[in-house]
């Protein structure tokens, strides 16, 4: 496990802490009506997790690498969560400073997203690139059967975000986010063969 694992983790815990302090402790009371809304979302979430964890196995590698059960555990929880944490208060962030401007809820949705979009690309791009063991496959080095899996990655990668927000900006519902969120880390562990102790780059 690497210094630099550690330290996004960490970010994630004060982030819930200073921004998310309230939504985990105190949720949001809902009506009848708002309830099934949200169950209705989340059960619309949790099918695009799923067809997104589906795609993330056949359009990926494991390198050959042991699979380790423990990491699946210990990651998807750790990592659902924290990530989790970060992802909302950069969503946050984003409908801060719409309200500079307006209150229509268009807006700062779209404020969130864009937030959430632009975080997490940069996350992705710039350190979990490093901390992941090799499992990008090229779509030139794919089977024809799995080409479509590639291509249908990204596509997915923006409703999770869409999916993701809504369900926090309509509902305040931070845990159901990170439940959906943990499906989709152990997912990743299960498809690459990620080990929190073994093959992970050491990169700080």
């Given at each position: 496990?690497?210094?630099?694992?550690?330290?996004?983790?960490?970010?994630?815990?004060?982030?819930?802490?200073?921004?998310l302090?309230?939504?985990?402790?105190?949720?949001?009371?809902r009506?009848?009506?708002?309830?099934?809304?949200?169950?209705?979302?989340?059960?619309?979430?949790?099918l695009?997790?799923?067809?997104?964890?589906?795609?993330?196995?056949?359009a990926?590698?494991?390198?050959?690498?042991?699979?380790?059960?423990?990491?699946?555990?210990?990651?998807?929880?750790?990592?659902?969560?924290c990530?989790?944490?970060?992802?909302?208060a950069?969503?946050?962030?984003?409908?801060?400073?719409?309200?500079?401007f307006?209150?229509?809820?268009?807006?700062?949705?779209?404020?969130?997203?864009?937030?959430?979009m632009?975080?997490?690309?940069?996350?992705?791009?710039?350190?979990?690139?490093n901390a992941l063991?090799?499992?990008?496959?090229?779509?030139?080095?794919?089977?024809p059967?799995?080409?479509?899996?590639?291509?249908?990655?990204?596509?997915?990668?923006?409703?999770?975000?869409?999916?993701?927000s809504?369900?926090?900006?309509?509902?305040?519902?931070?845990?159901?986010?990170?439940?959906?969120?943990?499906?989709?880390?152990?997912?990743?562990?299960?498809?690459?063969?990620?080990?929190?102790?073994?093959?992970?780059k050491?990169?700080l």
């Open positions: 496990m690497t210094v630099a694992l550690v330290i996004y983790w960490a970010i994630g815990v004060i982030c819930a802490i200073f921004f302090g309230e939504e985990l402790l105190q949720p949001k009371s009506s009848k009506e708002d309830s099934w809304r949200r169950n209705l979302l989340f059960f619309f979430s949790l695009i997790v799923l067809a997104n964890t589906y795609i993330y196995y056949n990926t590698s494991n390198g050959g690498r042991p699979l380790d059960l423990v990491s699946i555990v210990v990651f998807s929880i750790l990592n659902g969560a990530e989790t944490f970060i992802f909302l950069v969503f946050k962030l984003g409908e801060a400073l719409m309200k500079n307006t209150d229509k809820s268009p807006y700062l949705f779209m404020s969130g997203v864009l937030m959430f632009v975080f997490s690309g940069a996350i992705h791009g710039l350190f979990w690139i063991p090799p499992h990008v496959v090229s779509i030139s080095d794919l089977p059967d799995k080409v479509i899996f590639k291509q249908l990655f990204f596509p997915f990668q923006i409703a999770l975000v869409l999916v993701w809504a369900m926090y900006f309509f509902f305040r519902d931070v845990w159901s986010v990170v439940a959906l969120h943990t499906i989709v880390d152990a997912g990743v562990v299960y498809s690459i063969h990620y080990s929190l102790f073994t093959n992970a050491s990169f």
